[in-house]
């Protein structure tokens, strides 16, 4: 397969997409567990502990999974899920006002888009440069 501007532009896209999800796990839940603990409880989350282990875990294997592009519909079904419940939870913006319900609904329009991303994923697939691809090129 010739290398194509494409080609390339979809592995960045896909670098750039889950940078995001992976740095939320690896920068900020893993190391301060306790602490997002103690505001998914203040926002009402069910189960908090066990609810952000299963949140990491969507986050990584989601990350990783649309990285390579190897089951990339499952990782963004994933990440999908993690967005629709973070943003619920999180960025509930009908229920602040003034300068915090903008702020909020920054982030649940940032989170609008990008499960607008995950959809493109689900549909489109990984793309060239990917587990998926060279596996259906190897059958």
Known sequence: MPIQVK?????VARIMITLIFFMSAV??????FSQVVQ???AEGVPIPQFSL???????LAGS????????TEIGASLLLIFLILATFFFHDFWNFEGADQQL?????M?????MGTMLFLI????GAYSVDRMKQESE
């Open 110 to 114: 940032k989170n609008l888009s990008l």
């Open 27 to 32: 920068g900020n839940k893993i190391p301060k």
């Open 39 to 41: 505001a998914m409880t």
């Open 64 to 71: 990783v999974s649309i990285l390579v592009g190897y089951r």
């Open 53 to 59: 282990a299963g949140a990491i875990v969507f986050l």
């Open 7 to 11: 080609n390339i532009t979809n592995v």
């Open 123 to 126: 549909s489109s697939g990984s």
């Open 104 to 108: 909020q609904m920054i982030q649940f």
